[in-house]
């Protein structure tokens, strides 16, 4: 249900990558699953995979280890972070693509005018070379943060700030996507509505998330928008 902190007019859109513009869940498996043999570690399931991720890459390895029992140190955590970039930033998008309809969304986006950024914990460099590799990171321009660009990142509010910062627009007239609690506790956080998707990587059910709109398919971003005095 959409709540009356919806913007009436909003100027900018805020997207999360991994989960909700890119399905990125295929490539990240297979980089995780590379360390773990290495480690002489069991494997992980697809969807255990896939309710790892939204906080980071270093957060990833974290959690697949204590998914194995595996109390490991900081230098061994360093060791599997420092493989699986390296794995994973050999082929980013071997396997993953955009979720249906988002490259039409984001051209009509465009068509109106309206600002786009991605507020990302996926590293800057690996989130720029996804978007690159796709060809959507035109639709943002510099308005690009990862989460090893500033000394903060979601759900602190300055993340999120720090990209709409970005775009030139302001908090008031900005509305974020995102697919997880992470997602939405930066948007609640900076003042911000949020669009949640539920084809995304979230361990809580998408309608349990409590974002202001939930959709099922990029088709609905903008007749949501619409409906709620943006984008006429």
Do not use: W
């Not at 989460?147 to 700030?161: C, E, M, Q, Y």
């Not at 900076?190 to 084809?199: L, Q, R, S, T, Y």
């Amino acid at each position: 249900m959409m709540e009356s902190s919806i913007p009436p007019s909003c100027h900018a859109v805020i997207f999360d990558l991994d989960g909700t513009l890119v399905d990125t869940l295929p490539d990240l498996h297979h980089a995780i699953n590379l360390v773990l043999e290495e480690e002489g570690l069991k494997t992980l399931a697809k969807e255990e995979t896939r309710l790892m991720i939204g906080g980071g890459a270093r957060n990833l390895i974290e959690l697949a280890f204590a998914k194995r029992e595996i109390n490991a140190d900081p230098s061994r955590i360093d060791a599997g972070f420092d493989r699986f970039l390296k794995y994973y930033g050999a082929e980013p998008t071997a396997r993953s693509s955009t979720f249906p309809g988002v490259l039409n969304v984001l051209e009509n986006l465009s068509k109106k005018g309206i600002a786009m950024g991605v507020c990302t914990n996926k590293p800057q460099e690996m989130a720029e070379q996804v978007l690159k590799a796709l060809k959507i990171s035109h639709f943002f321009g510099k308005a690009i943060i990862g989460g090893d660009t500033l000394s903060i990142r979601k759900p602190n509010a300055n993340h999120l700030l720090a990209v709409i910062e970005k775009t030139g627009r302001v908090p008031k007239n900005a509305l974020m996507v995102g697919d997880s609690e992470t997602d939405v506790s930066a948007a609640r956080n900076a003042g911000v509505p949020i669009i949640v998707v539920d084809f995304g990587y979230t361990a809580l059910p998408p309608e349990k998330l409590k974002g202001d709109v939930l959709i099922s398919h990029f088709d609905e971003l903008i007749p949501a928008l619409v409906s709620i005095g943006f984008g006429n």
